[in-house]
């Protein structure tokens, strides 16, 4: 297991759903026509191992892993946890659908 990149989200600045999609657009460099919601947050996140498609502006190779660190994920509310559970675990499953291992990691930290 390699992990190539990694970002940190801090769920105490994190309150809206929207929040959440800014902190993931701003990390991981979404592009412009990037819709706010559900499915484009995994479409775009789903392009991490394939930086051609220009979804991220960081990617990992199809090997590796990002780490995506969660700081304050207690003190977040429960549709927030939810969301991101949710994204990352859609996005993993498409990966493994297409036969490659899961490609984020969850990292919970204080």
């Not at 809206?16 to 701003?26: G, H, Q, V």
């Not at 939810?82 to 993993?92: A, H, T």
Request: glycine content about 4%.
């Amino acid at each position: 297991m390699q992990v190539e990149q990694s970002i940190t989200l801090n769920f105490s600045s994190i309150k809206t759903i929207d929040d959440l999609y800014d902190e993931l657009a701003f990390h991981l460099g979404f592009p412009d026509f990037f819709a706010h919601n559900m499915d484009a947050v995994i479409d775009c996140m789903f392009g991490i191992r394939y930086p051609d498609e220009g979804m991220t502006k960081i990617s990992v190779s199809q090997s590796g892993y990002l780490s995506l660190n969660i700081k304050n994920f207690s003190r977040a509310n429960i549709e927030l946890k939810d969301s991101i559970i949710y994204i990352v675990e859609f996005v993993n499953y498409k990966y493994q659908f297409k036969g490659l291992e899961p490609a984020i990691l969850l990292c919970f930290i204080k």
